[in-house]
């Protein structure tokens, strides 16, 4: 399994992003669970958003409601994660990650749920 993340970079505060996660390894079609999580140093991981990878609801962090969107291009095998109104807290290193068992629930963002990780990618807003 690989996961591969991209878009990141610096935008001013109400700004947007969109990560990518471009994945390998697994059918992507087959309902897996995937997560974005998000680290800031000295800080621990946290969960972002997490949904199935062929489709459905997504969950969210309440500190992302309302402003960030998952969505994926089943056919390219790739998820994303669109952001809006970004603020200074938003400044992260982000990461996607998939559970390598197909099926189950998809609205945990416990860490240990997921066991393959991309290496991630930079967001700063200022």
């Known amino acids: 399994v690989q996961l591969v993340e991209s878009g990141g970079g610096s935008v001013q505060t109400g700004g947007s992003l969109r990560l990518s996660c471009v994945t390998s390894g697994f059918t992507f079609s087959h309902y897996y669970c995937m997560g974005w999580f998000r680290e800031t140093p000295g800080a621990s991981r946290e969960g972002v958003a997490t949904a199935f990878s062929a489709g459905g609801s997504a969950f969210y962090a309440d500190k992302v409601k309302g402003r960030f969107t998952v969505s994926r291009d089943v056919s390219n095998s790739t998820m994303f994660l669109e952001m809006s109104n970004l603020k200074p807290d938003d400044t992260a290193t982000y990461f996607c990650?998939?559970?390598?068992?197909?099926?189950?629930?998809?609205?945990?963002?416990?860490?240990?749920?997921?066991?393959?990780w991309g290496q991630g990618t930079q967001v700063t807003v200022s």
């Open positions: 990650a998939v559970r390598r068992m197909p099926g189950g629930g998809c609205s945990s963002l416990a860490l240990g749920s997921f066991d393959s």
